[in-house]
T-cell receptor, first 116, second 118 residues
Framework: GAVVSQHPSRVICKSGTSVKIECRSL??????MFWYRQFPKKSLMLMAT?????????EQGVEKDKFLINHASLTLSTLTVTSAHPEDSSFYIC????????????FGPGTRLTVL | AQKITQTQPGMFVQEKEAVTLDCTYD???????LFWYKQPSSGEMIFLIY??????QNATEGRYSLNFQKARKSANLVISASQLGDSAMYFC???????????????FGIGTKLQVIP
């Protein structure tokens, strides 16, 4: 199957700093990518839809200025958590559909963010 | 209203036995897709099986089958011959608006934790 990578897999940062998480589609082009957040033992909550060449679409309740999304190319989307606080600690997962006919969304392995 | 409902927070199954994980969904869109994903403790989401709303037959993928009952809006996952490696969280998910063009977001249920007992 198609491969989606995320970097870093784990990050620990101090409160107030910014953290950038990368999501790459390794063997296909993704004009759209999705960013999810998962709290411990909870479901995946969609944060935003990342669109190549245009602004991201954020879900209700997600702060655009806090979670900056940039879809720089057809294979790369980045999520930057700005001025991170301990409550931003979570598991962040990206996904990308490979094509309109593809029933599967390919998920990255996730990034575990811990804000001290 | 919840779009995806998984009512079993945890399930136990004996190794080599079959187990059914429940999922009901809510949508008014005639065109939708239903997914099951497995999430082991490592965190990665592993795609298991897909059922389209217009598919006439229940989807099957190896030991996984999806019991699709459209009128009841249920999409239960059946795992046959359970293995110890099947212990994980299982998420049911739905994508609506399959005919509206573009990529539609996927909504996830809260998951069921399956533990396979030796």
């Amino acid at each position: 199957g198609a491969v989606v990578s995320q970097h870093p897999s784990r990050v620990i940062c101090k409160s107030g700093t910014s953290v950038k998480i990368e999501c790459r589609s390794l063997d296909f082009q993704a004009t759209t990518m999705f960013w999810y957040r998962q709290f411990p033992k909870k479901s995946l909550m969609l944060m935003a839809t990342s669109n190549e060449g245009s602004k991201a679409t954020y879900e209700q309740g997600v702060e655009k200025d806090k979670f900056l999304i940039n879809h720089a190319s057809l294979t790369l989307s980045t999520l930057t958590v700005t001025s991170a606080h301990p409550e931003d600690s979570s598991f962040y997962i990206c996904s990308a559909p490979r094509g309109f006919a593809d029933n599967e969304q390919f998920f990255g392995p996730g990034t575990r963010l811990t804000v001290l | 209203a919840q779009k995806i409902t998984q009512t079993q927070p945890g399930m136990f199954v004996q190794e080599k036995e079959a187990v059914t994980l429940d999922c009901t969904y809510d949508t008014s869109d005639p065109s939708y897709g239903l997914f099951w994903y497995k999430q082991p403790s490592s965190g990665e989401m592993i795609f298991l099986i897909y059922q389209g709303s217009y598919d006439q037959q229940n989807a099957t993928e190896g030991r996984y089958s999806l019991n699709f009952q459209k009128a009841r809006k249920s999409a239960n996952l059946v795992i046959s011959a359970s293995q110890l490696g099947d212990s994980a969280m299982y998420f049911c998910a739905m994508r609506e608006g399959m005919n509206s063009g573009g990529y539609q977001k996927v909504t996830f249920g809260i998951g069921t934790k399956l533990q396979v007992i030796p």
